[in-house]
């Protein structure tokens, strides 16, 4: 995949311009060629633009993400410290990062670099979409935004608004980095990293599942005097995530971000927002995904017209839709080239 750039102004849903927005975006080829199909996906909330890097299973030559037969597209979001405008970018105004001086951003503001970076490329009719959990929210909300522009789209582990139950988690995550004394301080980038280790740990509990645990981290020892292994396990996800260049701020940033997700707002509600959708829509539901329940899943999957469900077993929750690539290759295979 290779790296672009693209500097845009933008003004933002919750208020403010950002005057010269960084979006970064990678791309399979250089330059779009009309000749080849399509594919918009879109990240997840810590992860980056390179989606060989975290989907290698789904995405690279000869994959169901064809890297050779598509042009595949995928754009950085911003806050995200991974190359877009956030609050590790330097403010011109200070010359050093943002930090909590960053302002909101939503997901129509993600939406808005989406459809820029779209037109910058030429490209008018995007075959494939596909997004999930926050990625997900993006590509719902884009669906309905320009409904003319997509022919299929394909929604896994995502809702079309967020939940009471995500808004809480999320919460929690806010709370942890505000905890820590160094975020409040916002001296340097590296503040409020104690914070972030927490924060990470939490929503990693809620990406799993209980029996995923009980399979990966259960105690080897029979005769343990305390259980250690998922504790440590813990630690590890967030000094990983710390260690790999994320900052508390973009975490802050991205998790209000989260926060904003409705795509009935403005638009009579949910229901009315997804009876706009006129792409030929497929719902993927993990069976033990418990930020984004399949029964909830399969009923709002019921409000865009023409969609059809799935629902995949896993053992390992939220994190089901980075892991169980063998049956998302599948469903990805069978909904667009089989039927395309």
């Not at 409020?192 to 799993?208: D, E, H, K, P, T």
Request: net charge negative; aromatic share 10%.
């Amino acid at each position: 995949m290779i790296r672009q750039e693209l500097t845009m102004r933008l003004g933002l849903e919750a208020g403010g311009v950002l005057e010269a927005a960084k979006v970064v975006f990678h791309t399979s080829q250089e330059v779009y060629d009309v000749r080849r199909p399509v594919l918009w996906i879109f990240h997840a909330v810590t992860a980056n633009s390179d989606p060989q890097e975290w989907w290698p299973d789904m995405v690279g030559p000869g994959q169901a993400i064809d890297t050779e037969r598509q042009f595949v597209v995928c754009v950085n979001m911003l806050g995200s410290p991974y190359g877009s405008s956030g609050p590790a970018t330097l403010d011109p105004s200070t010359g050093k990062p943002y930090l909590l001086a960053f302002p909101q951003v939503t997901v129509r503001d993600m939406i808005t670099t989406s459809i820029e970076v779209r037109r910058r490329l030429g490209i008018s009719r995007i075959d494939i979409l596909i997004g999930s959990s926050i990625g997900g929210f993006q590509a719902v909300e884009w669906a309905v935004r320009e409904p003319d522009v997509f022919a299929r789209c394909i929604l896994i582990a995502t809702a079309p608004r967020v939940s009471p139950y995500l808004s809480a988690w999320v919460e929690a995550q806010r709370m942890a980095l505000e905890a820590d004394p160094s975020f409040r301080a916002a001296e340097s980038l590296s503040g409020g990293a104690a914070g972030l280790r927490c924060a990470r740990a939490q929503a990693l509990i809620s990406y799993r599942c209980f029996e995923g645990y009980r399979l990966t981290q259960g105690e080897e020892d029979p005769d343990t005097l305390f259980a250690s292994r998922a504790a440590s396990y813990e630690r590890y996800q967030g000094e990983k995530l710390v260690r790999r260049g994320f900052d508390a701020y973009s975490y802050h940033t991205l998790c209000n971000a989260l926060d904003s997700h409705n795509v009935g707002r403005g638009r009579g509600g949910v229901a009315p927002a997804l009876s706009r959708i006129s792409a030929r829509t497929t719902v993927v539901s993990i069976d033990t995904d418990n930020i984004f329940p399949p029964q909830e899943s399969e009923e709002w999957s019921r409000l865009i017209p023409g969609a059809d469900y799935h629902e995949i077993t896993s053992q390992f929750g939220h994190d089901g839709f980075l892991l169980e690539t063998a049956r998302l290759s599948a469903i990805l295979i069978e909904k667009t080239y089989a039927s395309s």
